[in-house]
T-cell receptor, first 113, second 114 residues
């Protein structure tokens, strides 16, 4: 039973480019969460999605960031026109239900140059 | 406004001794608490959790204590092993509001010396 899969593991983008981060939840999990970890800080909640629905996006920056979890395929976190401050580790977690344990992927390390 | 705080950025412990990691929170709506362990370049791994209706939960070498009146929880690892060296994150959730959105502390780096 594969765990939460995130790709790519490392992503380098120039300022102004777009970054697309993918997350495939564990089998049977329909709840996906995205977190961001800035250097030397804890993880910060960004967005909570269920299939085809955004449930809570209170942690998402208002501009340039968007997330989706389509009926088929992985969840995507999209960052448009990246800036240096977007450089961070982005972690995805999935769970079977609202109040069941969430399991994390290995993260995508985004570097904006 | 940090709702979950881990005031010790690092902790060094001798092998076989007890490691005690502390965490404080401010939001009284939190009713579920978790500890995660994280190695470099990997995602957080769930260790142990506790509901606010309990004050202690034990799993092998790991025990979590919750003091609701003080809004404080701690993770005890005994005996500590070199393989326990990692960053430990405390996290909290308000499950009464549904969802698994976690608020994390800043982490404590534990170093267990042989």
């Amino acid at each position: 039973n594969a765990g939460v899969m995130q790709n790519p593991r490392h992503l380098v983008r120039r300022r102004g480019q777009e970054a697309r981060l993918r997350c495939s939840p564990m089998k049977g999990h329909s709840h996906v969460y995205w977190y961001r970890q800035l250097p030397e800080e804890g993880l910060k909640f960004m967005v909570y999605l269920q299939k085809e629905n955004i449930i809570d996006e209170s942690g998402m920056p208002k501009e340039r960031f968007s997330a989706e979890f389509p009926k088929e395929g992985p969840s995507i976190l999209r960052i448009q026109q990246v800036v240096r401050g977007d450089s961070a580790a982005y972690f995805c977690a999935s769970s079977m239900g609202e109040n069941t344990e969430a399991f994390f992927g290995q993260g995508t390390r985004l570097t904006v140059v | 406004d940090q709702q979950v705080k881990q005031n010790s950025p690092s902790l060094s412990v001798q092998e076989r001794r007890i490691s005690i990691l502390n965490c404080d929170y401010t939001n009284s709506m939190f009713d579920y608490f978790l500890w995660y362990k994280k190695y470099p370049a990997e995602g957080p791994t769930f260790l142990i959790s506790i509901s606010s209706i309990k004050d202690k939960n034990e799993d092998g070498r790991f025990t979590v204590f919750l003091n609701k009146s003080a809004k404080h929880l701690s993770l005890h690892i005994v005996p500590s092993q070199p393989g326990d060296s990692a960053v430990y994150f405390c996290a909290a959730a308000s499950r009464g509001n549904a969802g698994n959105m976690l608020t994390f502390g800043g982490g404590t780096r534990l170093m267990v010396k042989p």
